[in-house]
């Protein structure tokens, strides 16, 4: 099946004054012609199949946006090409704008002092919107969230959840077969981050919309999104799902031991001797390999790569030599494998 | 029926308007002000003078006109560079840019329903009041059909200029300056706060050849000069004409390689 948006090298450079320093250098500024080339999505590739949710991630300023607005055509590539849905966005913007839904974060599309129904039935003309369409689309709607708390507020007055919803509803109702969502779970709270996930959920299965999402919240991606690209610094460093990036960063399993029969009463003293000895048992046992040790709710807890060692025998090592009063074993969440990517901690040796 | 999009608009326009009645009322009488102070002016200039008639104006011509061009600068009044500054400004634009309907078209036709709202609360109780008071002063007759086209004119010419002002705020990236140059400019230039007859000679010369006094000074000659031949009359709407199809080019053109500039450059 031919995919419905396909990125190909794709390079965008911004050109920013470098900027100096208090009120002298910005008057310097004025007539500075002291330029520096800022690469903020470098080389991406990658195609988009009809239907798909993808999680965008990556740190603050990885150059999400930016390839989001390139995608919409807003933003023309330095380098590299764009189709989404057999049009090149930046060279036909109102044209693609027929075939898209955005939520750029925080700023909406919405009338600002109109009741949000009354967004939504302009949005039904200016999209060109048959009213039965629009009937049916509404219908769907209330049967995922309950229409009438919120659409006959005036937007201003909405809190910012609301107004998200508001939005997401808005980019969905001309039926686009793409809609890119640009962080709208930032700042809402964990009831609204659940319908928010629930209802992009629901939308993309109706509609089989294809589902571009960035966002930070490890919560959306484990909700929403099979397929996960991750990019820092303008480069792509992941493209597939889930299972994999737990497979290809190391099968990482957390081992909390209790050595006191009381953990409670346990010292700070007492807890980072017991870190120093576990750490260098767990050295002299396996010189070649990493295992950090910390200590976390007063019992010691080392980080094991099942790749290296497994979880059985380094249980084996500390009882050995500890009594162990209690322990427990836990998966790595998706977060911390993110996070450690981000850090650009070498986990695969 | 793609009208259905425009009409849309401009019916959410009058709605949104409609949701700030203070703000109507606050420029009516923002309006009532500036004309007292307008009346009390213009009174001392003329009982200054030894003639009553100064630049070929009473006293009452002087005051009706001024009243009548208060009455269309305000009813013309949209908001387009604050709007678009704004947009520029906190980066709203991205979001009208991705709407299917160009970003000129978008802001006329949203800023339209403003602007029927105020043909209603301005220009027309103006001209019926400015009717009776004057006793009758103002001629009916195919002058007012000429006005009504030309108002046509300037309305457009208005929002070309003001779309390109709102334009340079891309590359200035200061509001509150920038509108103020405009409103004064456009104010003084179009004869919407002084008759262009009271202009010095070369100072009017210049105006005349500009294109603001297209906007105010072109319909209110049209409307209070029922003299007029028709040869007179075809000359103003002409040159209205090609200032209008002038402004219409240099503001799409111009916003085009604005926004190709930040599109390539990132601004
Ligand atoms: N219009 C712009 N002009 C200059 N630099 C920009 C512009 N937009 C983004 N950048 C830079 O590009 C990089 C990527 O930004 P962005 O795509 O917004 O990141 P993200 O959305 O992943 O947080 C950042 O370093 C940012 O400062
Ligand atoms: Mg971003």
Redesign the interface.
């Not at chain 2, 599109?263 to 990132?266: D, F, P, Q």
């Given at each position: 099946m031919e995919p419905i948006i396909q990125v190909n090298n794709v390079t965008k450079e911004f050109k920013v004054l470098n900027r100096s320093e208090g009120l002298k250098g910005s008057i310097k500024d004025l007539f500075s012609h002291d330029y520096k080339i800022v690469r903020a999505v470098d080389n991406v590739s990658m195609d988009i199949g009809q239907g798909e949710i993808v999680g965008y991630l990556g740190p603050n300023g990885a150059g999400k946006s930016t390839t989001i607005k390139m995608m919409t055509g807003v933003l023309k590539p330095t380098s590299g090409s764009i189709i989404c849905n057999g049009v090149v966005p930046y060279d036909k913007r109102t044209l693609n704008a027929q075939n898209i839904g955005v939520v750029f974060g925080q700023r909406s599309q919405l009338w600002w002092a109109l009741p949000a129904i009354e967004s939504f039935n302009i949005l039904k003309d200016i999209y060109l919107v048959e009213d039965k369409d629009y009937k049916d689309m509404l219908e769907l709607y209330s049967t995922l969230v309950d229409m009438d708390s919120i659409m006959h507020k005036p937007v201003r007055q909405m809190s910012l959840g609301q107004r998200t919803l508001c939005d997401i509803l808005a980019s969905f109702l001309h039926n686009p077969p793409v809609v890119f969502l640009d962080e709208p779970t930032i700042g809402l709270d964990v009831a609204m981050k659940a319908k928010i996930r629930e209802l992009v959920k629901m939308l993309n299965k109706e509609k089989n919309t294809t589902v571009i999402l960035t966002t930070h919240d490890m919560g959306d991606v484990d909700a929403l999104c099979e397929r996960i690209v991750i990019i820092d610094k303008g480069k792509k460093i992941y493209d597939n799902d889930i299972e994999h990036l737990t497979g290809l960063f190391g099968a990482y399993r957390t081992l909390s031991v209790s050595l006191s029969k009381n953990k409670e009463i346990l010292t700070k003293e007492e807890l980072e001797q017991m870190e120093t000895s576990v750490s260098n048992l767990l050295r002299e046992q396996w010189p070649d390999v990493d295992m950090p040790v910390s200590i976390e709710d007063n019992e010691i807890q080392i980080l094991v790569n099942e790749a290296f060692t497994g979880v059985v025998k380094v249980i084996n090592a500390v009882q050995d030599k500890y009594k162990v009063y209690d322990m427990h074993i836990t998966e790595i969440s998706t977060e911390s494998v993110i996070r450690k990517i981000y850090d650009g901690s070498k986990i695969v040796k | 029926?793609?009208c259905?999009?425009y009409?849309?608009?401009i019916?959410?326009g009058i709605?949104?308007d409609m949701?700030?009645r203070g703000a109507i009322i606050m420029t009516f009488f923002g309006n009532l002000l500036y004309l007292l102070l307008a009346f009390f002016l213009w009174k001392a200039i003329f009982e200054s003078s030894d003639s009553p008639v100064i630049n070929g104006m009473t006293f009452s011509d002087t005051i009706i006109y001024l009243v009548f061009a208060a009455a269309l600068f305000n009813f013309m009044e949209m908001w387009t560079v604050w709007n678009m500054g704004r947009d520029i400004q906190?980066?709203?634009i991205?979001?009208d840019?991705?709407?299917?309907?160009?970003y000129r078209r978008l802001r006329l036709f949203r800023g339209l329903g403003e602007v029927i709202v105020n043909f209603f609360t301005t220009l027309l109780p103006t001209a019926i009041i400015v009717y009776f008071i004057s006793g009758k002063a103002i001629h009916l007759g195919l002058n007012i059909l000429w006005f009504l086209i030309s108002v046509f004119f300037s309305f457009f010419i208005n929002y070309y200029i003001e779309f390109i002002v709102g334009t340079i705020i891309m590359y200035t990236e200061s509001i509150w300056g920038i509108d103020i140059m405009k409103e004064v400019v456009v104010g003084v230039l179009s004869g919407a706060m002084i008759p262009l007859a009271f202009f010095p000679e070369g100072f009017k010369q210049i105006a005349l050849a500009l294109p603001f006094h297209a906007i105010i000074d072109s319909p209110m000659t049209l409307l209070l000069h029922p003299e007029y031949g028709l040869t007179d009359v075809v000359n103003i709407l002409a040159m209205q004409v090609l200032w209008f199809v002038v402004m219409g080019i240099l503001s799409d053109v111009f916003f085009k390689f604005s926004l190709r500039r930040i599109?390539?450059?990132?601004g």
């Open positions: - | 029926m793609k259905r999009k009409l849309s608009m019916k959410a709605m949104e949701q700030f906190d980066g709203k991205v979001v840019l991705l709407m299917p309907c160009g599109t390539v450059n990132g």
